[in-house]
């Protein structure tokens, strides 16, 4: 999903190449990027399931206003994906309702 | 002064095949929810917020407060811009409670 | 609490610039920007603007918002990024959260540029992982560089539509089709011939009416709707995509002006709900101003000027510019905006849909408003379109819209090319003057609706140079097929020179080669190695 090669945009400017999770699986990103767009080219399109109809969402407005794209971060939930910077070890966990899934 | 007109359907609560249209994103609020909001007395924004939370959650009706204004506007015969808008409150974005709190004075460098 | 003397809350178009307006003439200035990078939406614009020179036509947005930046900087605005303000009290202070704590300042005055947000509509499916706003599209794939799905379907013809759609295809997506439930194309007439040909199909009078997928969206359904917008029931057609963009308009975001207490009203020619305001931008209390999109959706052009007017405003009212300055400034910049203003596209024919003729006295391509292309009749209507008598190349100008905008008559070293003072002048084209081909036209003009045409370049063949921003780009010698304005192909083409230099900014200008006869058609090139850049349908 990364462009690479683009007519007008010459740099994406982006961080060096980290590793952080995603409910505890291995993932890599650009340090800096958003955390949706890491998700996004990594091919992860459900971010949360709401609290009443277990239904999935992901991205909507990328620019923090609808707040769909809320995930777990670092163990805070309702955290804007779209508007927070991805950083090295960065623990991301999908949200059931208000929490991530409970283990076991 | 927003000026408010009362007025209330005329014919009974009729479903609608889409009622189950889901149009407050954040509270999962269906349009059939809306609509029988409105038979049951509310007649602007702000009641339907209160009354079913539309336009309560994390968003604070950004993304469905112009979708509610225009069922109000159909049920009632309003015209869209009186149908009331949700008052901007303080926070305006989602906040930790934490951080909101922390607010005294602290200020320096900026 | 810490005291400046003016606060910005938002440091896009409108923001930026009334902070480097106010700080340039002397004032103490903090602009808030919820965001990590200033620059609000600007920096997701990769097109060229429209306008005029004073309004840096035909510079991309992007490169906009950095000469935004830098000026800011140089004025010593100070800009704190990831500061979101959540409320407005009384004597003007501001509540901002950042760095983990809410923090209170004080103004002597605020510029409220908070922009806008998009407007959204509701249909089965709608809240299926891959169906975004246009806005989230453009986000993903021009400032994080990731594509925001393979197939799209667009959801809306107005600018913000039409301008997504392309980007889209420069960012390598497919775009799948652009439907509307109004039956003309509400955005500009040139950004819809641009996608129209390279195949992209236009579905007037048509809405989604459900996104497909358990998870995630897999395939949309579109219809056709009646003259009351609704869905007619028997003309369903599904559609493969993987995300479904929506542009039906953005609200302004007077959230932080309703709180503050200022006098709110409902203006559908503005949008929304916005802030009463003076001609100053001022609104109902004094020392607090709204500018940009806040204060009423337009463009980013506008907003900047909006910006240094609510500035200078205030600049004046604390006696740091004195009255005949401030009239001066406000006369220079009330002008510069009444010519961005203008035109059929202008906010105060926002909604008009009986706008027949240019000003001129042309009729309107009525196969524009409903196809996203012009019909070769209708284009013939046009002076500046019609084919050349005399041999050699010439410029075709396939503007037909008044349009704030005039770099095409920048553009002509050899003086060809005439819009006039009134900027929303269909361009004319100076036969007598001999144009030597130098493309700079067709790479000047931000619609893309310029075209060099030699009708007869000897051995039967007609030459077409041509706006070509997607990559691959071809090599001298490809062959191919051209296409038509509406996407179909026409014959076979080959590109037989490619130019491109610093001045034309990454437009390239394909020279492609095409039977005689066919020049007049003929807008667009369509490798046949199968390495297409562009993906319409």
Redesign the interface.
């Known amino acids: 999903?990364?462009?690479h090669?683009?007519?007008?945009?010459e740099d994406?400017k982006?961080g060096r190449e980290i590793g952080f999770t995603l409910d505890g699986s291995p993932m890599r990103g650009y340090e800096?990027?958003?955390v949706?767009?890491a998700l996004?080219?990594s091919g992860v399109?459900?971010?949360r399931y709401?609290?009443?109809?277990n239904?999935?969402?992901?991205?909507?407005?990328?620019?923090?206003?609808?707040?769909?794209c809320?995930m777990v971060i670092d163990g805070?939930p309702?955290v804007?994906t779209?508007?927070t910077?991805l950083a090295e070890g960065m623990s991301v966990q999908t949200q059931h309702g208000l929490t991530p899934r409970k283990e076991g | 002064m927003q000026r408010t007109i009362r007025t209330r359907p005329t014919l009974p609560f009729s479903p609608e095949g889409d009622d189950g249209l889901i149009v407050c994103r954040c509270e999962e609020i269906t349009k059939g929810e809306i609509r029988r909001a409105v038979y049951d007395g509310m007649r602007s924004m702000n009641e339907v917020k209160r009354y079913l939370r539309a336009g309560m959650g994390l968003c604070q009706g950004q993304t469905c407060q112009r979708l509610v204004q225009g069922i109000l506007s159909r049920e009632l015969g309003l015209p869209l811009g009186e149908t009331g808008r949700i008052r901007g409150r303080v926070p305006a974005r989602p906040v930790i409670l934490e951080d909101f709190g922390m607010s005294d004075g602290d200020s320096e460098g900026v | 609490m810490l005291r400046y003397e003016m606060i910005v809350i938002g440091a896009g178009p409108a923001g930026l610039s009334a902070a480097t307006e106010a700080a340039r003439s002397g004032m103490q200035v903090v602009v808030f920007d919820e965001n990590a990078r200033p620059g609000g939406q600007l920096f997701k614009q990769i097109h060229k603007f429209f306008g005029s020179r004073e309004h840096q036509a035909r510079t991309r947005g992007f490169r906009i918002g950095e000469n935004l930046l830098k000026e800011a900087e140089e004025a010593g605005v100070k800009v704190v990024l990831n500061a979101a303000a959540l409320g407005i009290y009384k004597n003007k202070e501001i509540a901002v959260s950042f760095g983990g704590a809410t923090r209170g300042y004080r103004a002597d005055c605020i510029v409220i540029a908070t922009g806008a947000s998009e407007n959204m509509m509701s249909f089965k499916g709608w809240t299926l992982p891959g169906v975004m706003g246009a806005g989230a599209a453009q986000t993903l794939m021009n400032i994080q560089g990731v594509r925001p799905g393979g197939r799209i379907l667009m959801v809306g013809s107005g600018n913000v539509g039409l301008v997504v759609s392309f980007q889209l295809l420069q960012a390598g997506c497919q775009v799948e089709a652009i439907v509307d439930a109004a039956p003309r194309v509400g955005g500009y007439g040139v950004h819809a011939s641009k996608l129209s040909r390279t195949g992209v199909p236009f579905y007037m009078s048509h809405t989604v009416v459900e996104a497909k997928g358990s998870d995630r969206v897999e395939s949309a359904v579109i219809a056709a709707v009646d003259e009351r917008f609704r869905p007619v029931a028997g003309t369903e057609r599904e559609i493969g995509a993987d995300t479904v963009c929506i542009a039906v308009g953005l609200s302004p975001m007077g959230q932080l002006a309703d709180n503050a207490g200022c006098e709110m009203s409902y203006l559908p020619a503005k949008g929304g709900y916005v802030p009463t305001v003076s001609e100053f931008g001022e609104t109902s209390i004094p020392g607090i101003y709204c500018a940009g999109d806040a204060a009423g959706i337009e463009e980013a052009s506008s907003a900047m000027i909006q910006g240094k007017i609510c500035a200078a405003a205030a600049c004046n009212s604390f006696g740091y510019i004195n009255d005949e300055e401030f009239r001066e400034r406000a006369e220079a910049y009330g002008l510069s905006l009444s010519k961005l203003r203008a035109g059929m596209f202008a906010p105060q024919n926002k909604g008009r849909t009986d706008i027949s003729h240019t000003a001129e006295g042309y009729p309107l391509s009525g196969s524009l408003l409903q196809r996203g292309y012009i019909s070769q009749d209708e284009i013939e209507a046009f002076p500046a379109a019609r084919p050349g008598s005399g041999k050699g190349l010439r410029p075709v100008i396939e503007c037909t819209q008044n349009i704030p905008c005039d770099p095409c008559q920048d553009a002509c070293a050899q003086g060809c090319i005439s819009v006039g003072g009134d900027i929303t002048g269909l361009p004319t084209v100076d036969g007598d003057r001999k144009c030597t081909g130098c493309c700079m036209c067709v790479a000047a003009c931000s619609g893309q609706a310029i075209f060099l045409v030699d009708e007869d370049c000897g051995n039967g063949s007609g030459l077409i140079g041509l706006p070509y921003e997607f990559l691959p780009l071809p090599e001298p010698g490809a062959l191919g097929l051209a296409l038509d304005r509406s996407g179909n192909a026409l014959c076979g083409a080959e590109v037989v020179e490619v130019r491109k230099s610093a001045a034309m900014d990454r437009t390239a200008v394909l020279m492609m080669k095409v039977p005689a006869g066919m020049a007049c058609a003929a807008r667009f090139f369509r490798p046949a190695d199968g390495r297409q850049a562009c993906r319409g349908r």
Request: hydrophobic share 35%; net charge positive.
């Open positions: 999903m990364r462009i090669e683009h007519p007008i945009i994406f982006k800096g990027e958003s949706a767009a996004k080219a399109t459900t971010h709401t609290s009443k109809l239904s999935p969402r992901g991205i909507f407005c990328a620019i923090g206003r609808c707040t769909d809320v805070k309702n804007r779209c508007m910077p």
